[in-house]
């Protein structure tokens, strides 16, 4: 086979999907596999919150350096070159971090070191998912192209639900296995993408070349109604990594939690978020709309932090998995109908911009919410909780001031009645 631009087709070259599903399932999965693992790689993580959020941080803020470099480099040198070296360098990456936590370094300064080392590495080539963004733009047309995207969706759900189930269970055995697998299922991904992806580059412009010139974002910016929406998920995603990044040491101090009851525990947030985004969503969206659910998802996240949280006081196990499914549930209502909602401000030759921007934000939040919940889980356990649900209960009143907003402001634009 060789390597030639296939540019626009009416279908995209038969199992390209396939592997592109692959290689994001593999991002995801590499990354949450380690989320369990995470107070373990951490001298003493109980006293050193902020080095266990940090690591979060880092891999995050490293990606959103990576994902617009990344993509400039295959507009010039092809989306098959950056996606198998990518997955190499995450392959790379998860090596180090094995080897961190394998052998006895005489300074344990060293093993941070390398510890953050890996998350540099495998954050930077994990942007790699903006050239997987690319490569479906340039193999589908403007019709199958939200099918074509659809398949990111799928793959961020399964991989960051399975990844820290997993995760936990090998690491139970030994810290260091997750990582060196994840690093041979990146291999595995460079290995297939090299053999059997077609290059797809073509000099036509894709949204992913778009959407680098910052002039694009100014018919965002003039819409107050799609800046806020952006803005909101922006809130609540910091929130919900807040909890993400110190539930581990959480669980640590309160249950005496190791890797494999970490890893069930998110097992379980995964199966619910599964449960609710493929099957429940779709009923209640059509029943309810987007607004109620976008509105009434940050409340059920902020009622599941307050549960989580008074576990420090009352640890029952009841109470603890009662905290994380309304969580779960919260943010599975939250997220869908959000986005919904962001394509239905976003006018239809902006789509591909506005989720740039979007998965942009995200990452930021990413890198922001850690730090905030280090410091906060220093001042009390359930810190990062309480603040992270402050946060969302603001987001939902937010969301109400929108909605309002967005009705005024169709009764204003909407036509006189005929007399």
Known sequence: MTDRPLGYASEPPKGSLAIIFLIVFMDLFGFGIIIPLLPFYVHDPEANPLKVTLLFSIYSICQFIGAPILGMISDRYGRKPVLVLSQLGSAFGYALLGAATTFTWQNVGMTMFLVYLSRVIDGFTGGNISTAQAYISDVTTAENRAKGMAILGVAF??????????????????????????????????????????????????????????????????????????????????????????????????????????????????????????????????????????????????????????????????????????????????????????????????????????HGLGSLARVIGPVIAGFMYRKHVTGAFLTAAGIVIVASAWTMIVRASAAQANEATAPAPQL
């Open 157 to 358: 759900g399964l991989g960051f639900a399975g990844g820290p189930f997993v995760g936990g269970v090998m690491g139970a055995h030994s810290v260091s296995l997750p990582a060196y697998v994840a690093g041979c299922f990146s291999a595995l991904a460079a290995i297939i993408t090299l053999i059997k992806l077609p290059e797809s580059r073509s000099s036509a412009p894709t949204d992913a070349e778009a959407w680098l010139h910052p002039s694009v974002f100014k018919p965002i910016l003039r819409k107050p109604a799609l800046v806020q929406l952006l803005l909101i998920s922006f809130s609540t995603m910091a929130a919900f990594v807040m909890m993400e990044s110190t539930i581990g040491i959480f669980l640590m101090k309160i249950f005496g939690y190791q890797q494999r009851q970490i890893g069930w525990y998110f097992a379980f947030i995964g199966l619910i978020i599964i449960g609710v985004q493929g099957g429940l969503i779709g009923r209640l969206t059509r029943a309810l709309g987007d607004w109620p659910l976008a509105i009434a998802g940050p409340l059920f996240v902020a009622v599941g932090m307050f549960l989580m949280s008074a576990t420090a006081w009352f640890p029952m196990l009841g109470l603890l998995l009662l905290g994380g499914a309304t969580n779960a549930t919260g943010r599975s209502l939250q997220g869908p109908t959000l986005s919904s909602l962001i394509s239905k401000f976003a006018d239809r030759k902006e789509q591909g911009v506005t989720f740039g921007l979007y």
